[in-house]
């Protein structure tokens, strides 16, 4: 079946601009996670839903970074004024999360990777 | 807070050869563990994990051990082949449920033919 796709797969922004970033969840799963992953990094946690409810955004670094998951399906995650400390490549993963353990696995995927100029 | 430390690459081996890349972590309770890998133009993929300690993970001729007295999951492998060209990730969850991940900053792999 279809994984989890993102988009837009690259993009270019001036310092200042708004940017939304997309993420498709597999179908079906309740959890979604996104993640940042600068140039020779791991990814870090940015924030969490299960559902519509983010559970937690302790990884949001600043208050320009918003997202949202309205009907517990697809999400975006918002930069504003964006600043070129944001380049990175933001991961978006989700799980199924239900009952047995093996469907809490996190499947990623490709990533949108966000150049700021 | 929880951390996730692993051997800084990049790492070159020539084919065949034995593969060790080191990793220790720092977590309160007991946290799964993980080795995920991103090959050249591809997305994260899970390569094994273990939930407990003295588990054993395994995949793809890889494998790693959870010890928890020494904090440790090395990745190991006994042979490598070019197509093990990658940048490898440890890392570390909170047990029971869906929980944020943490990673190491990764090792980049190189097999020379």
């Known amino acids: 079946g279809a994984g989890v796709s993102q988009s837009p797969r690259y993009k270019v922004a001036k310092r200042g601009q708004d940017v939304a970033l997309r993420c498709d969840p597999i179908?079906?799963?309740?959890?979604l996670f996104w993640y940042q992953q600068a140039l020779g990094q791991g990814p870090e946690f940015l924030t969490y839903?299960?559902?519509?409810?983010?559970?937690?955004k302790s990884g949001l670094p600043s208050d320009r970074f918003f997202a949202e998951r309205p009907e517990g399906s697809v999400s975006t995650l918002k930069i504003q004024r964006t600043q070129q400390e944001d380049s990175a490549v933001y991961l978006c993963?989700?799980?199924?999360?239900?009952?047995?353990?093996?469907?809490?696995?996190?499947?990623f995927g490709p990533g949108t990777r966000l150049t700021v100029t | 807070g929880d951390s996730v430390t692993q051997m800084e690459g990049p790492v070159t081996l020539s084919e065949e050869a034995f593969l060790t890349i080191n990793c220790t972590y720092t977590?309160?309770?007991?946290?799964?563990l993980f080795w995920y890998v991103q090959y050249p133009g591809e997305g994260l993929q899970l390569l094994l994990k273990a939930t407990k300690a003295d588990d054993k993970g395994s995949n793809k001729g890889f494998e790693a051990t959870y010890r928890k007295e020494t904090t440790s999951f090395h990745l190991e492998k006994g042979s490598v082949q070019v197509s093990d060209s990658a940048v490898y990730f440890c890392?570390?969850?909170?047990?029971?449920?869906?929980?944020?991940?943490?990673f190491g900053s990764g090792t980049r792999l190189s097999i020379r033919p």
């Open positions: 977590a309160t309770g007991y946290p799964s």
């Open positions: 179908s079906g799963h309740v959890s």
């Open positions: 993963a989700s799980s199924l999360s239900r009952g047995t353990e093996s469907s809490y696995e996190q499947y």
């Open positions: 890392a570390l969850s909170g047990s029971g449920g869906a929980s944020k991940i943490i």
């Open positions: 839903f299960q559902n519509e409810a983010q559970l937690d």
